[in-house]
């Protein structure tokens, strides 16, 4: 199973209100930069694994408002402010996406996603 820890921004981080910034993913047992055409491929195979039973596939990352530091309500998934799908290979076990210009100010909730190479969900 996949599992990731962000690098960049920290849980709890601070950062600067409308400026670009790199979200840095730590991925380990994901084989990356497996993607192919969801319009002509979505969920048309099984997940498959590589040689080392790692799966072969993709990340997304998405930035979420929240209402407030102590929300407790589940957010939105169809109102989300940044989507990136991490289509490329990992650089030395590390994924990354610009979130060119930012966010504006608020309190914001950040998730990754692994997948398959045809968009099959990794648990």
Known sequence: MPSAKFIFPTNLATVP??????????INHLET???TNPAKTYMSSPQIVNAAGDVIGHSHVVIELLTGFDQT?????????????????????????NVTNGLAVGYY???VIHSGANHQPST
């Open 109 to 111: 909730r950040i998730a």
């Open 73 to 97: 309500t589940p957010t939105d998934p169809k109102t989300f402010k940044y989507f990136k799908g991490l289509n490329a290979p990992a650089v030395n076990g590390v994924l990354s996406c």
């Open 17 to 26: 209100v409308n400026q670009s910034f790199t979200v840095q993913v730590a």
């Open 33 to 35: 930069g497996w993607f």
